[in-house]
């Protein structure tokens, strides 16, 4: 082995037969090093399972592009991007924004960093951030720096003696050096996982884990997947962009991205997933809110491949009907088939798949090592080692979860056949939706009809989605006719309307032991062991499904976290009961 940073971290001895091997380098440059640890991956036959390679870098960094990763290289905006290669089992994650900042914001277990420090930087910071996400006898591989090593030193690692020009070291510390321990795998004794629900949550989770090597029991009451919210006939997938860059905003986008390389790698496996190509339309709410979002915009150097402003005239043309304001564009937004993607994320996930359709789950229970679902006659129906619940409001119920934080929303959707809207180009969004779904076809909707379980379709909802409708695109001019068909489903909200995704707090435990955790942080939390929950996408499901996935089975595996830490802390599912225990609800 000739490179010299491989070589420092013994590489690639030390990855030999290992389920992962986690690199983290804090400065991408023009990948070279990436490159070599690719390259060196792929001519060991002893290499281990999957080789994560994390790599901060500034928006700059993304203007290089690496002819080899020319084709799956990320959009110019900031963020965590997670880009996959060899069907998967090489994983390189940029993270790209401050690079002080992003280094503290990952959330993983490393086995080996390369450190890039400038001379005029002091490395303490740096490497107390390192100790943080340091794996046993991580090491480190560092260009020389005169003040690094006692920094090395003072955070947990034991330095070589200096081998110039890379300074090396070994993470070993002699104190506690952190407050938390960084991420490990789900300790079970095999790759079993019931997930309950196939909807977008319950397949993408069972994709997801598949393509690690998992058996996945999916469990649903229905007698096929996406036959309930998942099965409405389009849905709009787009990101969001507000007057600041929110947690919110961040993560919409991380979602989108992250879904557009999932359905791509699903379509390029010969997958038809009825996806637009045209872009999305979003009208503002007032003339106001669209020069605030078009400031936001130019004020975020956002890229025109991921959202431009439109005036009213640009909009009309776009969408090739008339348009009530202007707004903004999304180049790869649009529609696509929520029952298309869950039935391609099973089909991909293939003979790791079991199927058990047409039956309801009432209880879970652990036994200390494995989960058994069963039924409403008591009859055992499967057990893992593992459960996902992506079962949408029903996850509560199953989990018995604190403060029942997830309420139904009923939506009524219109389909319009035929439609006096034949020339709208591309799907449009502001005060409700209009998707073009065939040449004289058009969905519109939906009602939001909070608490209401009434599974019936009501000519009232059409005439509000129809009124909706007429405020976007003036020229619908729609009357309620005998041409009206619809559909009614159910969404799963939070009241801050953000998912839960990721594992459910032990909430007996953390029940049991309040005083101490009133000023509790979310790593204090006891977890229930083997118990992920992914529910609650409210209105974008498909937005969340395929990260919430990825996010969920990275979280089961152990692997680096492909969002930072503070945005999955938006999405836990224990963020609620977090809350009651520093309110001393439980005293
Ligand atoms: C009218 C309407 C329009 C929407 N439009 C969009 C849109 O344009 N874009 C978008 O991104 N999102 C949209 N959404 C939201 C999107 O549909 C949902 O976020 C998404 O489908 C949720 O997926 P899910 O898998 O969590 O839930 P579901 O698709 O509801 O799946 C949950 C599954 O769990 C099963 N289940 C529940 N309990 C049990 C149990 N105890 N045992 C066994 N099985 C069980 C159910 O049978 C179901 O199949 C819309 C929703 C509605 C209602």
Known sequence: MTDPLLNAHDL???????????????????GRAFLAAWAAWRADPERCERLHFVSIGTLDTLDRVPVELASIWPMRVTGMHRLELEAGRVVLTLAIGDPGEMLQKLWLRADAFNLRVHASDDPRPLCKALARIAGDNATVAADAHPLLQRALEAAGFACDEPAPPLIKARFAPRWRVRRHEPPLAAATPERHAIVIGAGLAGCAVTSRLAARGWRVTLIDRNDGVARDASGNPAGVFHP????????AARLTRAGFLYALRHWTALEDAGHELLRTRDGLLQIADSPEDALAIADAIARFGLPASYAVAATRADASRIAGVDVARGGWFFARGGAISPAAVCAAQCAVAGNALTRIFSTQIDRIQHDGHDW???DATGTLIAHAPVVVLANAHDAMRLAHLHGQPTRGVRGQLTVLDPSPLGALRVPVIGDGYAVPLAPQRTLTGATYDID????????????????????????????LNQHVDGRVAFRCVTSDRMPMIGQLADETAARADAGRLSGAWPLDLPRAAGLYGAFAFGS???????LGAELVA??????????????????DPARFLLRALRHGEFK
């Open 554 to 571: 990275s979280e089961i595996e152990g692997e680096p976290w492909p969002i930072e830490r503070e945005l999955a802390e938006a999405l």
């Open 372 to 374: 058994h679902a069963f």
């Open 452 to 479: 209401s379980t009434d599974r019936k379709v009501r000519s009232a909802g059409h005439r509000e989605n129809l009124e909706r409708l007429a405020r976007m695109l003036p020229s619908s001019n729609v009357e």
């Open 240 to 247: 969001i962009v507000w007057r600041d860059d929110s947690p």
């Open 12 to 30: 690639p001895a030390r990855w030999a037969r290992r389920r992962r091997f986690v690199i983290v380098d804090t400065l991408f440059g023009d």
């Open 540 to 546: 974008r499901g498909l937005v969340w499904s395929a």
